[in-house]
């Protein structure tokens, strides 16, 4: 179903003052986890804004995903006339939002997970010296 859609959305005309920028990339193309963000640049400004943002929410969905989220918010959620748009049954329509709301629903975090991941910020940050994280981590 994503290819089908995908060709759809194809021919909309959505963000048309952002023609010139590429489309957002949610995950790493060589593993598939998903992105941050370092670098903010202001268009017309130029201002530049570094550091390490997430893309919460819009990083769990693929740039099809997004498009389609955009289209329901542009028709108030109506998944009717979204259908319509995209000229979709309308169970194909509701379907695509069924996964979508799958993958923004949170796994449980694994807690081992979360202290290696905490264990290794230590370390990143010169909090910790690399005995004593391969110590926490268990060698």
Same mark, same amino acid.
């Given at each position: 179903?994503? %290819?089908?859609?995908? @060709?759809?959305?194809?021919?909309?005309?959505?963000?048309?003052?952002?023609?010139?920028?590429? /489309?957002?990339?949610?995950?790493?193309?060589?593993?598939?986890? @998903?992105?941050?963000?370092?670098?903010?640049? =202001?268009?017309?400004?130029?201002?530049?804004?570094?550091?390490?943002?997430?893309?919460?929410?819009?990083?769990?969905?693929? /740039?099809?995903?997004?498009?389609?989220? =955009?289209?329901?918010?542009?028709?108030?959620?109506?998944?009717?006339?979204?259908?319509?748009?995209?000229?979709?049954?309308?169970?194909? !329509?509701?379907?695509?939002?069924?996964?979508?709301? !799958?993958?923004?629903? %949170?796994?449980?975090?694994?807690?081992?997970?979360?202290?290696?991941?905490?264990?290794?910020?230590?370390?990143?940050?010169?909090?910790?010296?690399?005995?004593?994280?391969?110590?926490?981590? =268990?060698?």
């Amino acid at each position: 179903m994503e %290819y089908e859609l995908s @060709e759809k959305f194809s021919h909309l005309e959505w963000g048309k003052n952002m023609k010139s920028l590429n /489309p957002l990339i949610t995950h790493d193309p060589v593993n598939g986890d @998903e992105l941050i963000v370092t670098r903010l640049e =202001g268009r017309r400004s130029g201002i530049v804004i570094e550091g390490k943002f997430s893309l919460d929410w819009m990083g769990r969905l693929t /740039p099809q995903q997004l498009t389609f989220v =955009g289209l329901l918010v542009k028709h108030r959620g109506n998944v009717q006339r979204l259908a319509v748009e995209l000229n979709v049954a309308y169970n194909t !329509a509701r379907n695509h939002l069924d996964e979508i709301v !799958a993958a923004l629903e %949170y796994p449980p975090e694994d807690e081992d997970d979360s202290a290696r991941a905490n264990v290794l910020e230590q370390l990143s940050q010169g909090e910790i010296s690399f005995e004593d994280a391969l110590d926490l981590l =268990g060698r």
